[in-house]
């Protein structure tokens, strides 16, 4: 087990109690500690400022460590890897990294909150500034933990898939890449709404409000990256969407306590129908894109649901986009 701290500078909020603080008088994010499981995979802890609680990565360091390496960031769907359906339990991520000279780091939490800003503290989900912490504070610490060359690419999944555009749009520079996977562009037209509303809702008693204010408020359209694609430009993008009807990867060998014949109904029948819905939002961005003249590869497949099996052949599809765009 290896401990560190790196402070940063922030604000803090007035209302949480703080599990860990390097000063009473300096409040900061950094790195509490960390736990290696072998000489690649570990687990950081790191402490944020900007919502008063510890954060745990999962990481999988570069092989190479004669030169820094680039870093990539993959954000879990809805339930925020809580629920244990996470990269590393749903996918060959850790295999396929193994000889790849890049770092993935891998936040665990922010469920339902699409990893954004939120106005108001939630009774439910609690405070939420995940935006912050992804974009301000994390990177640093994790360029400083890793030794990183400081050039980085982001990556998520259904709710994260809109996180991802809406990071890069709200920070130009950051992330020389994005993979946006059987995501919704599009937050200000009914459909856009609606699904926003309908993953917030999921934690039973949450309020949407209390992320992006009323209907048809400024943070609504903020967060629009259609609306917003514009500062898209200049960033390697990889889309894709399947159409909802069950393909390859829809087979019995899902995993859920209710047997994997649960797995595959769920699968086609929710899966099927998200799908659809995300379908509408991925062409909407993609004619926001045409307009524009920004290039982006659409990876738009006639088949395929909602689930694990289509995102890691995405992760495998996009890494040649990603490796180029890191490359310095």
Known sequence: MTALVHPIAHAAPSDSPSDAAPSAT????????????????????????????TIPLKILRSPDRTAPSPTLYLLNGAGGGTDGMDWHTQTDVVSFFADKNVNVVTPVGGAYSYYADWQHDDPVLGRNQWATFLADELPPLIDELLKTNGRNAIAGISMAATSVLNLAIQNPGLYEAVGSYSGCASTTDPLGRAYVKTVVSMALGANVTNMWGPDGGPEWTRNDAVVNAEGLRGTALYVSNGS??????????????????FVLLNQMVVGGVIEVATGDCTRRLRTALERL?????????????????YWETDLHNSWPMFESALAE
């Not at 300096?26 to 000489?39: H, I, K, M, Q, W």
């Not at 829809?250 to 209710?258: C, I, S, V």
């Not at 003249?293 to 099996?309: M, N, Q, V, Y």
């Open 293 to 309: 003249d920004i290039p982006a590869h659409f990876e738009l497949r006639d088949r395929g649901t909602h689930s694990w099996g």
């Open 26 to 53: 300096s409040p900061s994010s950094y790195v509490v500690r960390t736990e290696a499981a072998d000489d690649v995979a570990m687990t950081a802890f790191v402490h944020s400022a900007a919502m008063d609680r």
């Open 244 to 261: 909802g009807l069950a393909g390859a990867s829809d087979t019995l060998d899902g995993t859920n306590t209710n047997g994997p014949g």
